[in-house]
């Protein structure tokens, strides 16, 4: 069965900082591109991050470009969000998903508060 589970979202202060980790199972995690995406009450679905199989190339979303970093690792089947200098407009639940959008977690809810 293929799972995606995030974790490490909750609630912090205007400026601080989190890390979210997407464990990955169910499928050859070193062979897929991997995406961040979050998605704030009432709005639609935007892309945050993206890092390739191979962590060779990284894309962020000019909103979080300079206090978000993607990383993954291979060996652990884990995929990573370090995320910093935290604003309220960055409140969201943050899914994690394959690039191409074959399987996504349930998400982690990230609360920013002013």
């Known amino acids: 069965e293929v799972q995606l589970v995030e974790s490490g979202g909750g609630l912090v202060q205007t400026g601080g900082s989190l890390r979210l980790s997407c464990a990955a199972s169910g499928f050859t995690f070193g062979n897929y591109d991997m995406s961040w995406v979050r998605q704030a009450p009432g709005k639609g679905p935007e892309w945050v991050s993206e890092?390739?199989?191979?962590?060779?190339?990284?894309a962020y979303a000019d909103s979080v470009k300079g206090r978000f970093t993607v990383s993954r690792d291979n060996t652990k089947n884990t995929l990573y969000l370090q995320m910093t200098n935290l604003k309220p407009n960055d409140t969201a639940k943050y899914y994690c998903a394959t690039e191409q959008g074959d399987y996504w977690g349930q998400g982690t809810q990230v609360t920013v508060a002013a």
């Open positions: 890092i390739t199989s191979d962590a060779g190339t990284i």
